[in-house]
């Protein structure tokens, strides 16, 4: 809200599996803002069509992908916030540690019906540009509570995945499954096959969530 992201506004989030990308995820939700997640694997070009053609408004980055950015700033005039995490934030950006620390601890209650937009996810692109799929806030909740109740998670439950929050799979599933059922949530920075069995026993999951290869 101090950045002046409104209601309806989109904003991408291009980070790892991370608390703080729940926390923008949430934070952005619950203004009514519409979550924007950007690959991490997309060339500089398939970024700037997603940003373009979301109409996004800022972005909350990790350092390690700000070099990107940059290359293709200067096609981007709607891009008006920068948020990076990840170390000090260069100039006409904000550093994400003082953009949370800044933050004030209750927030007027903005209305938000459950058919308005929560999230545009954008296809791979396979055969052409990707395409962005509009969900609503109805549409992911439905999805979260049904998962939990096809696989029968419960609160006694502890999630983990290592599949990418700018995916539907980690969002709908795992943490929408996660708040659903009550459960906790694992969340994994990245697959690893030599140490997944070891953060299984580690984090005491109960279930996995994970892509199956062909």
């Known amino acids: 809200l101090r950045l002046g992201i409104q209601k309806g506004d989109r904003f991408a989030i291009m980070l790892p599996n991370s608390p703080e990308f729940l926390y923008t995820w949430f934070g952005?939700?619950?203004?009514?803002?519409?979550?924007?997640?950007?690959n991490l694997n997309l060339t500089g070009s398939e970024i700037q069509y997603i940003l373009s053609h979301s109409e996004s408004k800022g972005i909350v980055i990790h350092a390690d992908y700000l070099p990107v950015l940059e290359e293709i700033r200067t096609a981007l005039p709607d891009?008006?916030?920068?948020?990076v995490v990840g170390e000090e934030a260069p100039a006409r950006a904000v550093s994400y540690q003082?953009?949370?620390?800044?933050?004030?601890?209750e927030l007027q209650p903005v209305p938000i019906s459950e058919e308005e937009p929560t999230?545009?996810?954008?296809?791979?692109?396979?055969?052409?540009?990707?395409?962005?799929?509009l969900l609503s806030h109805r549409g992911w909740v439905l999805t979260g509570e049904s998962w939990a109740f096809m696989i029968g998670a419960s609160a006694s439950d502890r999630i983990m995945t290592p599949n990418p929050l700018f995916h539907a799979n980690?969002?709908?599933?795992?943490?929408?499954?996660?708040?659903?059922?009550?459960?906790s949530l694992i969340l994994i920075e990245r697959f690893s096959r030599s140490r997944v069995l070891e953060q299984t026993r580690h984090y005491k999951a109960s279930i996995m969530v994970l892509v199956a290869p062909a």
């Open 170 to 183: 980690a969002q709908c599933y795992s943490t929408m499954g996660s708040l659903a059922a009550g459960a």
């Open 28 to 38: 952005l939700n619950k203004i009514g803002a519409v979550e924007v997640p950007v």
């Open 98 to 105: 003082d953009w949370l620390r800044d933050a004030p601890e």
């Open 119 to 133: 999230v545009i996810i954008y296809t791979s692109g396979t055969t052409g540009r990707p395409k962005a799929v």
């Open 79 to 83: 891009l008006k916030n920068t948020v």
